[in-house]
Antibody
């Protein structure tokens, strides 16, 4: 069974950095074709793709956030890590990781999400 | 970036009704269009991919159609568990983008 689970701090202060971990099971990060994306959802807002890392360590970032985001993977720990610097209250929301699959690149499954609040 | 719009933003329906949600892309995404269901407090769940292919385990009352820029999701014979928010997503062009969502409520 393929599962993903996000973990990280629930509260960060403005200007601090956020580090989130996505722990996967049921598949391997070094299997050809495997891709994992990070997505967030501000309260009451649309889903927003943030970053993706592929099995071959290719990385892709949302253009508007590229200078603040870093995605990496630890294959031995089955983890994908997202770091976002200089957090702002507008970054408050639920952060999800999801496996990207299929020829069209749909997201399935998703992790349960982790709510991050940015406040002093 | 490709912009995705959905209509309506919300709709009220009853159990047993049939409803249709539309999704429009700002440029052609061919059939790289996926639909997700999100219940309150939960993560999105894949319903349909490639515009019309039902994900395994999803009831056949969900149907997707369309190509290019115009797509629709139809739910026939609404069930109580179908009251949720539905999101479309294009994966044709990076970055992947989502519609704003359509809330289906009683």
């Amino acid at each position: 069974q393929v599962t993903l689970k996000e973990s990280g701090p629930a509260l960060v202060k403005p200007t601090q950095s956020l580090t989130l971990t996505c722990t996967i099971s049921g598949f391997s990060l070094n299997t050809s074709g495997v891709r994992v994306s990070w997505i967030r959802q501000a309260p009451g807002k649309a889903l927003e793709w943030l970053a993706r890392i592929d099995w071959d360590d290719d990385k892709f970032y949302r253009k508007s956030l590229k200078t603040r985001l870093t995605v990496s993977k630890d294959t031995s720990r089955s983890q994908v890590v997202l770091t976002m610097t200089n957090m702002d209250p507008d970054d408050t929301g639920t952060y999800y990781c999801a496996r990207v699959a299929g020829a069209v690149g749909f997201y399935d499954p998703w992790g349960q999400g982790t709510l991050v609040t940015v406040s002093s | 970036d490709i912009q995705m719009t959905q209509s309506p933003a919300s709709l009220a329906a009853s159990v047993g009704d049939s409803v249709t949600i539309t999704c429009r892309a700002s440029q052609s995404v061919t059939r790289y269009l996926n639909w997700y269901q999100q219940k309150s407090g939960e993560a999105p769940k894949l319903l349909i991919y490639a515009a019309s292919t039902l994900q395994s385990g999803v009831p056949s009352r969900f149907r997707g159609s369309g190509s290019g820029t115009d797509f629709s999701l139809t739910i026939t014979s609404l069930q109580p568990e179908d009251f949720a928010t539905y999101h479309c997503q294009q994966t044709y062009s990076n970055p992947d983008t989502f519609g704003p969502g359509t809330k289906v409520e009683i």
